[in-house]
């Protein structure tokens, strides 16, 4: 376990064991992961769980993915776990959500298969996970402009932010306190702000629509000119750790 943020709840690496199926790991995502929990902030939880081979193999097939959501000590968690084989998929198909799941540093529980997945991450980096930010940024952008709230402006400037960040080095930091470097100089007061209150009304900024446009045009440079490979290489490895995982089941 691995969860250096003081304001994540101690009882955390009891969920795990709580599941139905047995995890690969559990990680925390969203704002904590992000770099800006606020202190009502909820705790995203996100992991992968292994269906048994009678569930895989028959006509009644189990959860490829699982959802649930619920409040203890005045704190709500979202859990949220994809069955590995989906997971795996995901992670080939240039999806920077699952790999900043995967590679969170948050780590709630782990196993050899979850360092396994992680050893085989870097194969699964292309210029095509440059798509995924753009498209994320875009959407972030479009809610700010609707209510005007500083939680979507932050995450429209993180995911341009690690984007960038990935095109131009091939690593991937979710991040935003250690991109800072990458975006305007009034975020960090942003990402202050933001501590107080989940929902909070973001400061009038007249340049930040500018600034995202920017920004947006220097992730599409850095994919353009990016070191990284168009498709991922470990394919084939990824189909053996999941035939692996589902026959030790029997």
């Known amino acids: 376990m691995n969860l250096p943020t003081a304001n994540l709840p101690a009882w955390l690496p009891e969920i795990p064991g709580e599941q139905p199926y047995p995890l690969v790991f559990a990680t925390v995502s969203g704002a904590h992961l992000y770099g800006f929990p606020s202190a009502d902030s909820d705790v995203d939880l996100r992991g992968v769980h292994v269906l048994p081979l009678r569930e895989v193999v028959g006509l009644r097939t189990g959860p490829a993915t699982l959802d649930r959501t619920w409040t203890r000590d005045r704190v709500e968690v979202d859990l949220v776990t994809h069955d590995l084989a989906k997971f795996c998929g995901l992670l080939l198909n240039r999806n920077g959500y699952v790999l900043e799941q995967l590679l969170s540093p948050l780590v709630v529980s782990s196993s050899a298969l979850h360092e396994e997945l992680t050893a085989l991450a870097p194969g699964c980096l292309t210029r095509h996970h440059a798509h995924h930010y753009l498209g994320f940024a875009r959407t972030q952008w479009r809610l700010f402009e609707k209510n005007g709230e500083l939680k979507p402006l932050l995450y429209t400037f993180r995911v341009l932010a690690t984007g960038i960040h990935l095109m131009r080095t091939g690593e991937l ?76 089941t029997v």
């Open 173 to 248: 930091d979710a991040d935003l306190t250690h991109l800072f470097g990458y975006v305007p100089a009034y975020v960090p007061d942003l990402v202050a702000a933001k501590r107080d209150a989940e929902h909070g009304r973001a400061p009038a900024i007249t340049a930040a629509g500018d600034d995202v446009a920017s920004l947006t045009a220097t992730l599409e440079a850095a994919r353009d000119s990016s070191p990284l490979p168009e498709a991922a290489t470990v394919r084939n490895a990824m189909h053996d750790l999941v035939v692996r995982a589902r026959l030790a």
